[in-house]
């Protein structure tokens, strides 16, 4: 009795992690993988690597990408990287077709030595219109992942609006991390009724409860002070300055940032201005495999972000048995429907302290905290992606 045929599918992604930057788009390979274990899907993951012009091309950031290989195994995952003409800060509503056009020339290549039978795209923008382009040159249905900012800023940024809206409307299959976000992509005028939800993963061996007393030890932390953790790129979006605005009404209280990005220099200003520099630790681009023991540490989670579909910092906190206090959007609401696994505060320091006293005031079990995390896993999240995959292929 033979095996059916592989399903054969070209994914876009433009976050995915690489050498230079191994926690880039991290959530994306960890799925990836997870797909390419299961082992009936031949995928072919292109992560187009986008590089600016002479004299901007010999910035380091530019340089170390144009050294990254052309094609290489990552994770089991192939893995390609066409080059594309970036121009950095105000050419963003240009990048979706400069992806299409490096892409495309590669993309009918592969597909002439063997059918791909999906076009698929991991964000919104620019991947989103760039797989659209390329399924209809060849003939293939495509799919479009929709994770948060993708639909929040490019979905109402002048000059890339549109072409998001255009790309969900022309898109055979739609997948949104969130209820919350999938109202959004409506709100926008993309058909609601063709979005399906697609939970983000976990991976269990790595984000579960480490022993409090020997990661503070590890990280140089005292073992009586509240300790919050913070997880993601140090952008205005994450809003980790209001998590530093809470410090003053957290006597003794220690901040863990554990990321980077443009905001870092702001950041330790903000805390030097309200006087808890002292207080306030910046952990740099934590591996992702050592971000359990920094969450591990902490006695709540804190997330001030504007905006999100479902953050994974989230989930990973809570599988860590950590509680949560973040910002009220539909995302987190979806997610944190008992109160022992977290609060809601808005982005006001002296309301996200209020929220995080209340939950050291009646603290909950690690194993009421867990509860939140059960549904997620890497192996649920290939299944469903794949069986929405193949789907596409067989209609």
């Not at 200003?269 to 207080?279: I, K, N, T, Y």
């Not at 302290?353 to 867990?370: G, H």
Request: proline letters at 9%; glycine letters at 10%.
């Amino acid at each position: 009795m033979t095996s059916p045929p592989r399903l054969r599918v070209l994914s876009l992604a433009t976050l995915y992690p690489h050498d230079a930057a191994p926690n880039f788009g991290v959530f994306v390979a960890r799925q990836m993988e997870a797909v390419a274990q299961r082992g009936d899907v031949d995928l072919t993951l292109v992560s187009p690597v986008g590089l600016p012009p002479f004299p901007l091309s010999l910035h380091p950031r530019y340089r170390a990408l144009a050294r990254l290989p052309r094609e290489e195994q990552r994770g089991g995952v192939r893995v390609l990287r066409p080059r594309f003409r970036l121009i950095p800060a105000i050419g963003a509503r240009f990048n979706a077709g400069a992806v299409a056009r490096a892409v495309l020339p590669l993309a009918r290549r592969l597909h002439g030595e063997q059918a791909f039978d999906v076009a698929d795209a991991q964000f919104f923008y620019p991947d989103g219109p760039a797989a659209v382009r390329i399924g209809r040159a060849l003939g293939l249905p495509v799919s479009i992942k929709a994770r948060g900012a993708d639909i929040h800023h490019w979905g109402t940024a002048r000059g890339t609006g549109r072409q998001v809206v255009a790309t969900g409307r022309a898109a055979q299959g739609l997948l949104a991390v969130s209820q919350g976000l999938a109202d959004d992509m409506a709100a926008l005028g993309i058909p609601r009724e063709r979005i399906a939800i697609h939970r983000t993963g976990l991976d269990r061996a790595v984000f579960r409860p480490l022993d409090r007393a020997e990661c503070r030890a590890r990280l140089g932390l005292p073992q009586d002070a509240p300790v919050l953790a913070c997880v993601g790129a140090l952008i205005a979006r994450k809003g980790q300055a209001h998590a530093i605005d809470a410090l003053p009404h957290l006597p003794g209280a220690i901040l863990l940032l554990a990321g980077s990005g443009p905001d870092a220099a702001a950041l330790r200003a903000r805390a030097e201005r309200l006087g808890v520099a002292d207080r306030l630790r910046l952990l740099g681009p934590v591996p992702h495999g050592e971000l359990p023991q920094v969450l591990s540490a902490a006695d709540v989670f804190v997330l001030p972000t504007a905006s999100e579909g479902l953050a994974n910092a989230w989930v990973e906190a809570l599988a860590c048995g950590v509680p949560v206090v973040t910002t009220p959007i539909p995302g987190a609401r979806e997610l944190l429907t008992d109160p022992a696994c977290g609060r809601f505060a808005p982005r006001d320091g002296a309301e996200i302290a209020r929220a995080i006293q209340s939950l050291r005031a009646q603290p909950p079990t690690p194993a009421q905290v867990l509860r939140a995390a059960e549904p997620f896993s890497w192996e649920a999240n290939a299944e469903a992606l794949v069986r929405h995959w193949q789907g596409l292929a067989v209609g």
